[in-house]
C-alpha cells in the first residue's frame, strides 16, 4: 500500500485555495482498511513529515517502511519550492526525494493520499498508466480528476472517495 501524507507546507494557512489536511487517523484507517480488505501489510509512507513517520512506524500488526530522508529539510513556514528558488535547500536532494517517493508510490499496487495534492495525483496517474487500469485507491480529501486545471481548487467540497 502506498500513502503519501503531505504534511508540510502544504498544510501552511493561507497557501492557495485546497481542502484543510486531513489528520493522520484519516490516513490510518483507510490503510488498515486495504490491508484488510486485500490482506496486505507492507506501507511505504511518502512524506514530507517526521512525526507521520515516527507515528505510522508505531503501527504494530502494519510493516511500515519509508525512504531514509532527513525530514527536516521540509520543516518550514516556507513552500519548499520558495526555500528552493532562494538557494536554502540542496534542491538536489529535495528533488531526488521527491522523485524518488514518486516512483515508489507508483509501483505500489494500492494508493491512499488526497487528491488535492498534484504529487499524490501525479503518482496515482503513473501508477495507473503503467498498470494499463486504475489500482485500488482512496483519496481522504478530493475525487481523483483527470486533466484538472492548476490550482483551480477552489470549487471542490471536501470529501472522499472510495473504489
Not at 525512504?67 to 519550492?81: E, H, Q, Y
Not at 503518482?123 to 478530493?142: N, Q, R
Request: proline share 7%; charged share 25%.
Amino acid at each position: 500500500i502506498g500513502v503519501h501524507v503531505r504534511y508540510g507546507d502544504g498544510c501552511l494557512p493561507n497557501q492557495m485555495p485546497r481542502p484543510a489536511c486531513e489528520p493522520l487517523e484519516t490516513y490510518e484507517k483507510e490503510v488498515r482498511a486495504i490491508a484488510v480488505r486485500y490482506g496486505v501489510r507492507r506501507v511505504l509512507v511518502a512524506t514530507d513529515s517526521a512525526e507521520v513517520i515516527d507515528r505510522m512506524a508505531a503501527i504494530e500488526d502494519l510493516d511500515i517502511i519509508h525512504t531514509p530522508v532527513d525530514r527536516a529539510v521540509f520543516d518550514s513556514g516556507w513552500w519548499i519550492d520558495h526555500r528552493a528558488a532562494y538557494g536554502l535547500v540542496d534542491r538536489a536532494e529535495v528533488a531526488e526525494s521527491a522523485l524518488l517517493d514518486l516512483l515508489l508510490l507508483a509501483d505500489c499496487d494500492y494508493f491512499v493520499g488526497t487528491f488535492s495534492s498534484h504529487f499524490s495525483s501525479a503518482a496515482f496517474e503513473l501508477s495507473t498508466f503503467s498498470k494499463g487500469f486504475v489500482p485500488p485507491y482512496v483519496s481522504v480529501d478530493c475525487p481523483w480528476r483527470p486533466a484538472r486545471p492548476l490550482g483551480n481548487l477552489s470549487a471542490l467540497p471536501a470529501c472522499q472517495t472510495r473504489v
